[in-house]
């Protein structure tokens, strides 16, 4: 190697998503020496964004199998050595599945300078960032607290995502969320929406969730807050984004969060991080170099997980394919890191979620500003989950100037392929395959991705240090994956703080250890107004 990694730390990381990125900067925030290494180019793991280009190689690729046996277990004195096959057995595979396409339809446009062909796609192609992982980010929840009373918001920005969409009656139609859209609104009459408002103002005023009938959510809606059907379909598609079966109680917090999250930085209750979702590992990853964490991208792979012989249920170290051993107190890896032999180990599940990614020609539902737009489409008569839409235009930092990228988010129903799942929805907002002829004004596709995303379902280990993270969620927010970080830190170090805020420069020139979590939050509102 190139350079020298430490013989021994307090916490190794295997891998550079969200949740490690957290951990690696908690534990390094309460002064833990932190390794952190990666056999990708690149930050975030299946939270990573891609340049257009990238991902059009990253799509292309040739999957690799290691032609090594399964792992091997050693014993020698006082360790049992785990040797692992060399390649990229422990190298994450990314796309579990993917498909692309280019059109060869031309796309007319008043600028005659800007082409659609893969070759001038491709030129523009740093101007794309592409999420492995579309997510949206509440105005309240716990990501937010994180990053403000952490100081981690000093290294992102946002924009509001300022328009929620749906379908109804094949149109596309705004969902009227705040006050004024309500009574703005020309498609809900007056008495509906006095219904509306009581039942808005009953859900952020309850904090008990115990006196909730056990009733579906529609059933919900309808026998007790008098609300109409389309006004029903509304609130559990495009505002609990939810399954129609989902439970009063669940629909009711889901609700709550939306509500709770109107005017906290913008009058929409979604921020979306300016460049893509992969800037929050990024972001704290900086967090945590600053307090000392090492990061090793692009190493070689691992050779050998070592265990103590005598301890059946310790960790010991690891070593590299170069030959080095790293000894850790603890480590912490991504689940794509883990030996096939420890996967009964640590987990009892698995489940895949929908993923596309479209370039599009021009918006959903056009206007003067490209603002971040959040679509749902309600289920189809034979499936049970909504499909989300986020459409990105070149002020979040996802797209080049002119063109769209559109993120599709789906659950695996019957286990087609994404493709063949996601397309009858894609077809309702988008051109794909009109014939020129053909008289049409939805958005062309220019390029597609498609392809299923991996969440593992984790289960108690007797491993003591040896601790396991999973996958990106299907979650519209970010709230389960920092839960699991936190409760994750807790148990490596009950008795300390987690993520604690990081002092000033003039705390530390003056010994003032006041925090000030509202110039924090000042900061992140800036960093919001500044892109809107």
Same mark, same amino acid.
């Given at each position: 190697?190139?350079? @020298?990694?430490?013989?021994?730390?307090?916490?190794?990381?295997?891998?550079?998503?969200?949740?490690?990125?957290?951990?690696?900067?908690?534990?390094?925030?309460?002064?833990? /020496?932190?390794?952190?290494?990666?056999?990708?180019?690149?930050?975030?793991? @299946?939270?990573?964004?891609?340049?257009?280009?990238?991902?059009?190689?990253?799509?292309?690729?040739?999957?690799?199998?290691?032609?090594?046996?399964?792992?091997?277990? +050693?014993?020698?004195?006082?360790?049992?050595?785990?040797?692992?096959?060399?390649?990229?057995?422990?190298?994450?595979?990314?796309?579990?599945?993917?498909?692309?396409?280019?059109?060869?339809? /031309?796309? =007319?446009?008043?600028?005659?300078?800007?082409?659609?062909?893969?070759?001038?796609?491709?030129?523009?192609?740093? #101007?794309?960032?592409?999420?492995?992982?579309?997510?949206?980010?509440?105005?309240?929840?716990?990501?937010?607290? %994180? %990053?403000?009373?952490?100081?981690v918001s000093r290294y992102c920005e946002f924009c509001s995502v300022e328009r929620i969409l749906t379908i109804q009656d094949?149109?596309?139609?705004?969902?009227?969320?705040?006050?004024?859209?309500?009574?703005?609104?020309?498609?809900?009459?007056?008495?509906?929406?006095?219904?509306?408002?009581?039942?808005?103002?009953f859900v952020v005023d309850i904090n008990d969730f115990e006196d909730i009938p056990d009733l579906p959510f529609a059933e919900?809606?309808?026998?007790?807050?008098?609300?109409? *059907?389309?006004?029903?379909?509304?609130?559990?598609?495009?505002?609990?984004?939810?399954?129609?079966?989902? $439970?009063?109680?669940?629909?009711?917090?889901?609700?709550?969060?939306?509500?709770?999250?109107?005017?906290?930085?913008?009058?929409?209750?979604?921020?979306?991080?300016?460049?893509?979702?992969?800037?929050?590992?990024?972001?704290?990853?900086?967090?945590?170099? !600053?307090?000392?964490?090492?990061?090793?991208?692009?190493?070689?792979?691992?050779?050998?997980?070592?265990?103590?012989?005598? &301890?059946?249920?310790?960790?010991?170290?690891?070593?590299?394919?170069?030959?080095?051993?790293?000894?850790?107190?603890?480590?912490?890896?991504?689940?794509?890191?883990?030996?096939?032999?420890?996967?009964? *180990?640590?987990?009892?599940?698995?489940?895949?979620?929908?993923?596309?990614?479209?370039?599009?020609?021009?918006?959903?539902?056009?206007?003067?500003? =490209?603002?971040?737009?959040?679509?749902?489409?309600?289920?189809?008569?034979?499936?049970?989950?909504?499909? #989300?839409?986020?459409?990105?235009?070149?002020?979040?930092?996802?797209?080049?100037?002119?063109?769209?990228? !559109?993120?599709?988010?789906?659950?695996? *129903?019957?286990?087609?392929?994404?493709?063949?799942?996601?397309?009858?929805?894609?077809?309702?907002?988008?051109?794909?395959?009109?014939?020129?002829?053909?008289?049409?004004?939805?958005?062309?596709?220019?390029?597609?991705?498609?392809?299923?995303?991996?969440?593992?379902?984790?289960k108690s280990s007797s491993f003591d240090n040896f601790h396991v993270t999973p996958e990106p969620d299907s979650d519209l927010?970010?709230?389960?994956?920092?839960?699991?970080?936190?409760?994750?830190?807790? $148990?490596?170090?009950? +008795?300390?703080?987690?993520?604690?805020?990081?002092?000033?420069?003039?705390?530390?020139?003056?010994?003032?250890?006041?925090? @000030?979590?509202?110039?924090?939050? =000042?900061?992140?509102?800036?960093?919001?107004?500044?892109? &809107?």
């Amino acid at each position: 190697m190139p350079y @020298d990694l430490p013989g021994k730390v307090d916490v190794l990381v295997l891998g550079t998503g969200l949740i490690e990125s957290i951990l690696a900067g908690a534990c390094a925030r309460i002064g833990k /020496s932190v390794l952190v290494l990666d056999s990708n180019q690149y930050y975030g793991n @299946d939270w990573a964004s891609f340049s257009l280009d990238a991902l059009l190689t990253y799509a292309r690729r040739e999957p690799t199998e290691s032609s090594i046996g399964p792992p091997v277990v +050693e014993e020698t004195a006082n360790e049992r050595v785990l040797n692992l096959p060399w390649g990229d057995t422990l190298t994450p595979d990314g796309l579990a599945y993917t498909e692309y396409s280019l059109s060869d339809q /031309s796309v =007319d446009r008043e600028d005659s300078s800007i082409c659609n062909t893969e070759n001038d796609l491709r030129r523009l192609s740093k #101007r794309f960032n592409l999420d492995l992982c579309s997510k949206i980010v509440f105005g309240e929840s716990k990501l937010v607290k %994180l %990053l403000i009373s952490s100081g981690v918001s000093r290294y992102c920005e946002f924009c509001s995502v300022e328009r929620i969409l749906t379908i109804q009656d094949g149109e596309i139609q705004k969902v009227p969320f705040s006050r004024s859209d309500i009574f703005q609104s020309q498609n809900v009459s007056l008495i509906q929406k006095r219904y509306l408002m009581k039942f808005i103002e009953f859900v952020v005023d309850i904090n008990d969730f115990e006196d909730i009938p056990d009733l579906p959510f529609a059933e919900y809606l309808r026998d007790k807050h008098k609300l109409p *059907e389309a006004l029903v379909a509304i609130i559990i598609t495009s505002i609990a984004v939810a399954p129609f079966d989902i $439970k009063a109680v669940q629909g009711l917090a889901l609700v709550k969060q939306f509500c709770t999250s109107l005017g906290i930085f913008a009058n929409s209750p979604y921020l979306w991080p300016i460049y893509g979702v992969g800037e929050l590992p990024q972001s704290f990853s900086r967090f945590a170099a !600053v307090f000392g964490a090492i990061f090793c991208l692009h190493v070689q792979p691992l050779s050998k997980f070592i265990f103590s012989d005598r &301890d059946k249920n310790r960790a010991l170290a690891v070593v590299t394919d170069k030959g080095d051993r790293i000894e850790f107190e603890h480590i912490i890896l991504n689940r794509c890191f883990l030996p096939d032999t420890l996967v009964p *180990e640590f987990i009892s599940n698995e489940e895949h979620y929908l993923r596309g990614i479209l370039v599009t020609s021009s918006s959903i539902l056009p206007s003067e500003k =490209d603002k971040p737009s959040f679509t749902t489409i309600p289920p189809l008569p034979s499936k049970k989950f909504p499909v #989300r839409f986020l459409e990105l235009g070149h002020t979040s930092g996802a797209a080049s100037p002119n063109y769209f990228v !559109v993120h599709v988010t789906g659950i695996d *129903e019957d286990g087609s392929s994404s493709e063949d799942q996601l397309l009858p929805y894609v077809s309702t907002l988008f051109k794909t395959a009109c014939e020129p002829s053909l008289e049409c004004n939805q958005p062309l596709i220019l390029v597609s991705f498609y392809f299923k995303q991996k969440h593992s379902i984790l289960k108690s280990s007797s491993f003591d240090n040896f601790h396991v993270t999973p996958e990106p969620d299907s979650d519209l927010g970010f709230d389960r994956a920092v839960n699991f970080a936190q409760s994750l830190f807790s $148990k490596i170090y009950p +008795e300390e703080e987690f993520m604690p805020k990081a002092p000033d420069p003039d705390d530390i020139i003056f010994d003032d250890s006041t925090e @000030d979590t509202g110039a924090a939050n =000042d900061e992140l509102c800036n960093n919001v107004n500044s892109n &809107d």
